[in-house]
């Protein structure tokens, strides 16, 4: 009967695209207000927590919510009302549950999740310091051990692929890369630091990308290059559309017929900055699939991570459709 109703939701989406996100789906539990979080620092750059061995820290605020790369960008395309599928695996437990909960919830069709038998979901514990800085504790869990059969695209019905990390597990993004090629379906992707690390197959993969999508230092281990425009020009060797964001100092893009350089959207307080990336990298795919310019594009991605790092969670802030944005620092040159 579920299945049913989900079913019903994606062919009720005819008029506009549907992206298929994949990769991680795990709870994340963030502990705030805490004395012992505020950071001890031996000189500016080494900072810690003043968690003593053996002792027991109160912590007042408890937020619960669920994470993951995937399934946040799965969440935009839904309230931007695109047609929006996950694919990714969690265990047969609570968080498991919180997970699907979420997705049901937003109108994104879980038919795709798959369960691991062995292991359970991903799950992260957030220490969050009274600056928004963060200290994670993660178990991976389900979202590591990936199974291929658990990713076969060929049945799913979609206009664009949204792939970020699957724990660098490249045969299976050799598959699903291969089969989108076939299907004509586009690839966004967003590789993870296990996809960063094999840097041969990396190149090969980028062969299929239509988007690629990282921050600065991640760009710096594909291509050579000091600043974010150099990096951009040198990445549209590889793909067509490069974008490189760089946290608060800004963001390039280019598509190959002109160069975007943005500033901040807004100067916001940073409470959490978990899903940050997410927000940006599906933000701008929720525009650019819709067939918005790469300006109009990069303004939502900048205003979508930019409300996401004011509240705790990856997911709060991401913003319905139909906000009202407004300009942001921009040039435009065309190449
Ligand atoms: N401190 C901040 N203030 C305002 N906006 C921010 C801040 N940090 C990040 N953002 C927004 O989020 C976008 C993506 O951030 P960033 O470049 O840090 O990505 P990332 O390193 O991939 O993040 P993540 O760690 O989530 O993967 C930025 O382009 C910006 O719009
Ligand atoms: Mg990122």
């Not at 990282?214 to 990096?231: A, C, D």
Request: glycine residues 10%; charged residues 25%; contains cysteine.
């Amino acid at each position: 009967m579920e299945v049913k109703i989900r079913q019903f939701h994606s062919a009720m989406k005819k008029n506009v695209p549907t992206i298929l996100s994949i990769g991680a789906a795990v709870q994340d539990v963030f502990l705030s207000q805490s004395d012992e979080f505020k950071a001890v620092c031996v000189n500016p750059e080494e900072c810690f927590m003043n968690l003593e061995l053996g002792a027991k820290a109160d912590v007042n605020r408890i937020t619960f919510s669920t994470g993951g790369g995937a399934t946040n960008a799965s969440v935009t395309f839904a309230r931007q009302g695109l047609g929006s599928i996950f694919m990714g695996t969690v265990g047969h437990d609570p968080a498991g549950q919180a997970v699907v909960d979420d997705l049901d919830k937003e109108n994104v069709d879980t038919r795709y999740l798959s369960y691991s038998k062995r292991y359970n979901t991903g799950y992260s514990t957030l220490l969050l310091a009274p600056t928004g800085e963060r200290t994670i504790l993660t178990y991976r869990g389900a979202s590591t051990h990936y199974s291929k059969k658990n990713f076969k695209i060929d049945d799913v019905d979609a206009d664009w692929l949204y792939v970020s990390s699957v724990a660098g597990q490249m045969d299976i993004l050799h598959d699903i890369f291969q089969t989108a090629k076939k299907k004509g379906i586009k690839i966004f992707w967003n590789p993870g630091k296990g996809e960063l690390e094999n840097e041969k197959q990396l190149k090969g993969l980028l062969e299929d990308v239509e988007v690629l999508s990282v921050n600065k230092e991640e760009m710096q281990q594909i291509v050579h290059g000091e600043t974010s425009e150099e990096l951009v020009r040198h990445g549209l060797s590889l793909v067509p559309v490069v974008i490189v964001s760089d946290g608060p100092n800004g963001v390039v893009a280019s598509d190959g017929k002109t160069m975007v350089s943005a500033g901040m959207y807004e100067d916001v307080k940073v409470i959490d900055r978990t899903g940050a990336g997410d927000a940006f990298g599906s933000g701008f795919l929720s525009q650019w699939a819709a067939g918005k310019s790469l300006k109009d594009s990069i303004i939502f991605a900048s205003a979508n991570s930019t409300s996401v790092v004011r509240y705790i969670g990856a997911k709060r802030g991401i913003l319905p459709a139909g906000v009202k944005l407004h300009d942001m620092p921009m040039k435009e040159v065309k190449l």
